[in-house]
């Protein structure tokens, strides 16, 4: 399979190493210094593009791709609140694009154990649940998407949570003084405890690649699920597992649910 690199990062050279592990052809790789190879033959031969950038420019890398005819996996976050208007943009083009918030296989096995455990949960009351996410100094979008996307796998399935709010993002420094963000670029003030809200809150430490944690708290016990990424290749992985998924000429927009059929 012919793959196109779009972001050319840390993510991007891991998604190459595998992509190549994998027997697969990198034929083009676009960072900020060569935006114009969108337009180049070897970006339009490609069967299909790997985007891993930021906020700002992924919807711009998405709109190149569909113009170009070629189906892109999209690994960027923080664009959610334009979804729909993508997937629109999508089947205007009659194009085919993946998106995630996360890839990694045993992430999206942990959003669907939370599914699960909040269907559970509406019969036992006594329980309060909270979120808290980990990543590295780097990461521009708070909070994460895949803390996002758990939280809506909590919120559609216990009746008592009616939405989720960030309280705050924290950044952690190496010299042991923090930061609470409060402005709403990459975080909210502390609120009140609501019961109807599932509340999360925000770190921001080192290189840490990726840990969520929901904690469901009764006045006996307390019950903690974590997932902890351990390095950038389980994403790329995925990534690449989902180029693969998308090479056979599919139309339309997926996410993993579709890929792993939960």
């Not at 005819?69 to 999209?74: G, I, S």
């Not at 943009?89 to 096995?109: E, Q």
């Amino acid at each position: 399979m012919k793959i196109a690199l779009i972001g050319y990062g840390k993510m991007g050279h891991i998604i190459e190493e595998i992509a190549l592990s994998r027997g697969h052809q990198v034929v083009c790789t676009i960072d900020v210094n060569n935006l114009n190879d969108f337009e180049s033959e070897a970006f339009r031969s490609a069967d299909v593009a790997i985007e891993f950038t930021t906020p700002k420019t992924c919807l711009g890398n998405v709109a190149k791709c569909l113009a170009a005819k070629v189906p892109v996996v999209v690994g960027s976050t923080g664009w959610y609140d334009q979804l729909e208007q993508v997937k629109a943009d999508v089947a205007k083009a009659d194009g085919s694009l993946f998106w995630a918030s996360n890839f990694s296989i045993g992430v999206n096995v942990f959003v669907a154990m939370q599914k699960y455990i909040a269907k559970i949960m509406n019969s036992y009351p006594q329980y309060d649940v909270a979120m808290q996410e980990t990543h590295h100094i780097h990461k521009l979008d708070s909070p994460s998407g895949t803390a996002i996307t758990i939280a809506e796998a909590i919120t559609d399935n216990l009746e008592r949570k009616q939405n989720w709010k960030e309280t705050a993002c924290i950044w952690q420094h190496e010299d042991g003084q923090t930061d609470v963000a409060r402005n709403a670029e990459v975080g909210t003030q502390f609120q009140a405890h609501n019961d109807s809200e599932l509340e999360v809150v925000a770190f921001r430490r080192g290189e840490v690649p990726g840990i969520h944690t929901v904690v469901y708290d009764s006045d006996v016990d307390t019950i903690t699920m974590t997932h902890s990424a351990k390095s950038r290749r389980g994403f790329a992985l995925g990534a690449v597992i989902a180029a693969e998924w998308m090479g056979d000429g599919k139309k339309g927009v997926y996410t993993m649910t579709d890929l792993m059929n939960f």
